[in-house]
């Protein structure tokens, strides 16, 4: 299938160890900002990121930890990053892991991996507790600054420790070059070898490890850095845990752009802390971007502004026609809100609604939709340059190529809805140590089925409709795609979350039913009967734009957020 993004801004690096050099050479330009002690702001230099990533590596190949696996468990911070490189450049593969996985799923992944090592901060080490003790690791490295104690010992004793601060690892590394070590510099690297395991979301038992190749994480960051229209003088603000493959690509690619992220140290602190960095973007998931979007409309109509807002719409929709932009000066109070800087957010992880793209759009901020899933390092496609198809997510980028199967495995027609299938370079090797799993979702072409619906228009355009699992198959052999009704759903003002499932009637039959959080206001209300009228009139009106067979028959309100993965995405499992 033809590829229509531009043609690459910057080349694929030959090894991490090429990227991390390069990213040095911005020098004293700030990387990371981030907060210490709530309001003080702290910042890295690309050039000490470089070589605090080289030192790392030199001592963890002297610890002789090449070709071993380490794991890393910890909240965002630039040492996660540092670590996660300094893993790949020693030639041994890193293990992320999910900071809000359970102690016993943490060593059993530690364990499943096979881990030798653990980069660990303060608070996930006390988590664990005793069962770290338990799980057989050759080291264990502190990520904390404050905890560094500048080593007095010989360094000839050194890998006697088992426990080792980041910064002892940095100062060893520093000592071993100073004396002529060579170490990672003799080093040669293989693309096509392994590079990461990244645990999907289940218990040990039913998880499997998604193995990325050195191809996969240098070919997916450089489309990522080519596929945005960022440069170096833009700040985002790192909303997502770094742990999440779509996060460490996106924090890869600003590597090649020479950009400054900026760490957000809570979801709870996200507004906040776009006062305090005032980034011109950042990458969010769905959830993110519609709880935004109401806590803006919220406002706008506490402050009693609701008129002079829709007028203001009005007025630069029509400006705008004759080539006149007064949507940031008109909607300044709203980009101010957001930090006075934002420009651009990226979305992707899920489907998001077209009319919230519209909606702030309409306020001069873009929203660009990407597709993917770690098992394509996650990478598949981005809408960033023509915006112009609705609820698309953009074609393919340049290193893989996309094709729709049906149930048989045959390619249908463009624009028929099938399964989205991916071969090219951000396809991952496999499941670790699963050789049934690896091959049940790969075509006999070296297609990977990534088990998402979706089509395919004449241009090339990828549109999504749902998630193979969570697709409800009706009596009547209709398929719903319950992703397409929570879009619906959330346009309401009195529901602030959802999703869809079937349930089960006493025949048998799958039911559409709609599980809803209200918003607070709803939920306030005087008595249980009068929550229900409220949201049933919600539903009989998203009834009303759906054909009958896609409506909600059912509906469950409950008063507790649902339980969430680490990248806010709804457990459906669960319900």
């Known amino acids: 299938m033809k590829n229509y993004l531009p043609k690459e801004k910057v080349a694929v690096f030959s090894d991490v160890r090429a990227l991390v050099t390069a990213c040095g050479k911005f020098g004293d330009k700030t990387l990371y900002k981030y907060l210490i002690n709530k309001n003080e702001v702290k910042e890295l230099s690309y050039k000490t990121f470089s070589e605090n990533i080289i030192n790392t590596a030199t001592a963890l190949y002297a610890l002789n930890l090449k070709d071993k696996k380490i794991a890393i468990l910890s909240e965002s911070r630039p040492e996660w990053l540092q670590a996660y490189l300094a893993t790949l450049c020693a ?24 881990c030798s090592a653990i980069f660990i901060s303060p608070d996930y080490k006390k988590k664990i507790g005793d069962l770290l003790t338990a799980a057989k690791l050759n080291y264990v490295f502190d990520l904390d600054e404050a905890n560094y104690i500048p080593y007095e010992g010989s360094y000839e004793d050194f890998s006697a420790k088992k426990e080792i601060n980041f910064y002892e690892l940095i100062a060893y590394g520093q000592h071993l070059l100073s004396v002529g070590y060579m170490g990672i510099y003799n080093l040669g690297y293989d693309l096509d070898a392994l590079a990461s395991i990244l645990f999907t979301s289940g218990t040990t038992g039913t998880s499997k490890g998604v193995m990325l190749s050195h191809k996969n994480l240098l070919s997916t960051a450089a489309q990522c850095a080519n596929s945005t229209p960022f440069g170096g003088n833009d ?4 909303v997502l845990p770094m742990h999440h493959t779509y996060e460490t690509t996106i924090d890869l690619a600003i590597l090649h752009i020479g950009a400054t992220i900026c760490i957000n140290n809570s979801i709870k602190y996200v507004l906040r802390n776009l006062k305090i960095f005032k980034p011109t973007g950042f990458v969010l998931v769905p959830l993110f971007v519609q709880t935004i979007h109401k806590r803006i409309l919220d406002e706008i109509k506490k402050k009693g502004k609701q008129g002079t807002f829709d007028k203001a719409i009005k007025l630069t929709k029509g400006l705008r026609k004759v080539k006149i932009d007064l949507r940031r000066p008109l909607f300044n109070e709203v980009i101010n809100s957001l930090g006075g800087r934002l420009k651009t957010i990226i979305c992707g992880g899920a489907a998001l609604d077209p009319e919230l793209v ?17 098992e394509c390092s996650p990478l598949v496609s981005v809408d960033l340059y023509t915006h112009s198809k609705t609820g698309s997510v953009g074609p393919a980028i340049p290193c893989c190529e ?3 199967l049906d149930d048989d495995g045959n ?10 299938a991916v071969k090219g370079d951000n396809v991952m090797l496999g499941y670790y140590d699963n050789e049934a799993a690896t091959k049940a979702v790969f075509t006999d072409d070296g297609y990977f089925l990534t088990g998402d619906f979706g089509k395919v228009d004449e241009e090339g355009y990828i549109y999504i409709t749902g998630r193979k699992k969570n697709l409800i198959i009706l009596s009547n052999g209709k398929n719903v795609y319950p992703e397409e009704i929570e879009e619906y759903l959330m346009r309401l003002d009195t529901v602030k979350e959802c999703a869809v499932i079937a349930r089960k009637n006493n025949l048998g039959e799958a039911v559409v039913t709609a599980v809803i959080l209200p ?14 009228e409220k949201i049933k009139e919600g539903i009989l009106s998203v009834n009303s734009q759906l054909p009958s067979f896609k409506q909600i028959r059912n509906v469950e309100i409950r008063r507790n957020e ?12 669960m319900l």
């Not at 700040?235 to 790192?238: C, G, Q, R, T």
């Not at 649902?562 to 499992?573: C, D, G, L, V, Y």
């Open 402 to 404: 996309v094709k729709i």
């Open 562 to 573: 649902f339980e969430k993965t680490s990248s806010q995405k709804i457990k459906r499992f």
């Open 91 to 114: 030639k041994a593969v890193v293990v992320p892991l999910d900071k809000e996985l359970m102690p016993e799923q943490i060593i059993g992944f530690l364990e499943m991996a096979d």
């Open 519 to 532: 918003e607070q206001g709803v939920l306030d209300l005087e008595d249980e009967n009068a929550i229900q």
């Open 358 to 374: 519209q909606s702030f759009q309409n306020m001069g901020i873009n929203i660009y939709q990407g597709y993917g899933i770690t």
């Open 411 to 420: 390619e249908v027609e463009t624009g028929d809805i099938g399964e989205i």
């Open 235 to 238: 700040v985002f603000l790192s």
